[in-house]
């Protein structure tokens, strides 16, 4: 039995259909805006795309940037490929060196006065996290608080800062003598004193953080000034309206919105605290009984009083390993909060 053909379509669908396909083709070729679509570049081969970088100024970009990232690897990266490689050598920088391999490091780590120097840098650390990391915060907020005055508090805070360092311990050392020092004197009027502010093992640490929260807070206030200046004043306006005091308005606009800076202030307190050189060196020279001599300081020792640059390069390098798994870590562990 034959199969009877199909009807054919009317001619008014097919045109419909037709125009319906001739609409689909025509907003395909349009953006959201209406204007036409430009077909995007082809890429071409890999000779093609190397002409376009050229013709786009790729070459001279190299050109220019080469010579500062020249010698910006020459004075940056060269010196710490060079002290990795001495400090798997003897030497004084005068003789031959001698190839050591790890002996540099296990002398390093047999040296008892090591972990001396460990434990006075971690107590000077604490102790400068905790007079003088909260500090300059304190005193930024109160500047920016102030109605009147506000400039003059600004140049007396940066002011320690121009003083130079070696000159600002040394003042200070005049200050802590025990005999005819300003601060003993002053205590004396209410009784009290006078203390062996350097002269003893108990005090002798606390004495160079003070020194040390004085001379450094000045810069970090203008930091904290500067990211002050970047909140929105509307909202100290709306917690005014609220009747919110100075203290709720620290806690919950000032302090959540400064939460970028004071991590990265706390990571560069932690950093160059552990490396704290001058104040003791200075002050007491690493005494008394050797209760303020810290790890720069033992560097310092092994270079230029034992003359074992070796070894003092490779607590160097001990150092700034322990320094970048600690700021590895501390990124790690505040990524969430710096959000």
Known sequence: MSRSPAPAAPAGNRTQKNRTRKQRSADRSRTADGLPRTPSPR?????QRVVRWVRQGGVTTILFGLPMVLCFAYFSWWPIVQSVRLSFQQTNLVGPAAWVGLDNFQHVLDDPLLWTAVENTALFALLALVIG??????????????RLGGT????????PVAIPPVVSVLLWKV?????????????????????????????AMLSIV???TWAGFGSTVIIYLAALGSVPAELYEAAEI???????????????????VILIMLLLQIIGTLQVFTEPFVMTDGGPEDSTLTVL?????????NGDFGAA?????????VLGALSAVYLRATRSWSN
């Open 297 to 305: 300081m033992l560097i310092y020792d092994y270079a230029f009083q």
């Open 43 to 47: 890429r071409g081969g890999p000779g």
């Open 152 to 159: 003059l508090f600004r140049i007396l805070a940066y002011l």
């Open 133 to 146: 990391f909260p500090a300059p915060l304190f005193l930024a907020v109160l500047i920016a608080e102030l």
């Open 242 to 260: 609220d009747a919110a005091g100075i203290w709720r308005r620290v806690w919950h606009i000032t302090l959540p919105s400064l939460r970028g």
């Open 175 to 203: 200050f802590y003598d025990p005999d005819a020092g300003l601060f003993n004197q002053l205590l004396a009027h209410v009784g009290l004193g006078p203390y062996p502010w350097l002269q003893s093992t108990d005090t």
């Open 313 to 321: 390069t490779a607590l160097s390098v001990m150092l700034a390993l």
């Open 210 to 212: 003070l020194e040390a």
